[in-house]
């Protein structure tokens, strides 16, 4: 299944409910929150249109998810900690025994465990990187820095969301990235982790690398308008990386 606001699709057609995008988590708006054993637990935040939705039929939708889900895959795998309808707006929390869970529940991509054991996995760090210290990038990073520390965990996710990892963070991906705490992100389209690098791009031959370079070197950076997409949409085809300790 997808995210809470898929998750209610077929439901929309007849509610009018809008799509958008533990330990108790705090937050106003979406966040998954993945716990140092591999647990998650997600706050899934929606507006709903006003006069337009039946709290009791969004609750009996749930917990028919759920069940349905549970008898497959054991009593635990998930669980609704938290429905309430307040105001126009459903909050929605869930606790997932493992990562592998929650991908099954929501089709969502998600991964945790030590880095040497994502690199097993299958997953590649590709891409730039940021260092990161005290909750404020200080620099680039490149993959071979990350794979020389051993101790390091990481959160590999593949979607727009607020992220709060049960650590330290050290390290993340920089495409659709924005640091916001020193053990949390959010994931949108057009955000982008400025490290202050100039260094092109590893994929580059020597030759290029030198000529990029000099062309960096020499040129006066401009600063570009960017048109921000929309960020209701759940769904991306960008990995996200969150190296922690």
């Known amino acids: 299944m997808k995210k809470f606001g898929c998750m209610v699709l077929g439901l929309c057609m007849c509610m009018g409910l809008l799509a958008g995008c533990g330990k108790t988590v705090e ?13 998650v637990i997600s706050l899934d935040v929606e507006e709903l249109a ?17 069940s349905e889900y549970t008898e497959e895959h054991g009593r635990n795998s998930v669980k609704v900690q938290e429905l309430k309808v307040e105001e126009g707006t459903a909050r929605l929390q869930m ?9 099954a529940f929501n089709g969502i991509d998600i991964y945790q465990g030590k880095v040497i054991d994502s690199l097993a996995a ?14 404020k990038v200080i620099g680039a990073a490149t993959k071979q820095e990350i794979y020389a520390e051993d101790d390091l965990k990481v959160v590999i996710i593949r979607a727009n969301t607020d992220v709060q990892v049960d650590g330290q963070i050290c ?16 994931i ?32 006066e950076m401009v600063e570009i308008p960017v048109e921000i997409p929309d960020y209701g949409s759940f769904e991306t085809e960008v990995y996200t990386f969150i190296v922690y300790k």
Do not use: H
């Open 27 to 39: 937050s106003e708006s979406s966040v998954v929150y993945v716990e140092e054993n591999g647990a």
């Open 122 to 135: 299958g997953y590649v760090f590709d891409g730039e990187f940021a260092r990161v210290e005290d909750g």
């Open 171 to 186: 390290y993340i991906s920089c495409e659709n990235v924005e640091l916001t705490g020193t053990n949390s992100v959010s």
């Open 95 to 103: 606790k997932y025994k493992t990562t592998a869970d929650y991908s």
């Open 188 to 219: 949108r389209e057009g955000y982008y982790t400025d490290t202050g690098s100039k260094v092109p791009p590893v994929n580059m031959t020597p030759d290029e690398a030198v000529d990029a370079t000099e062309d960096l070197m020499s040129t």
């Open 50 to 66: 006003q006069d337009y939705y039946d709290a009791e039929e969004l609750e009996n939708f749930v917990n028919d998810a759920v």
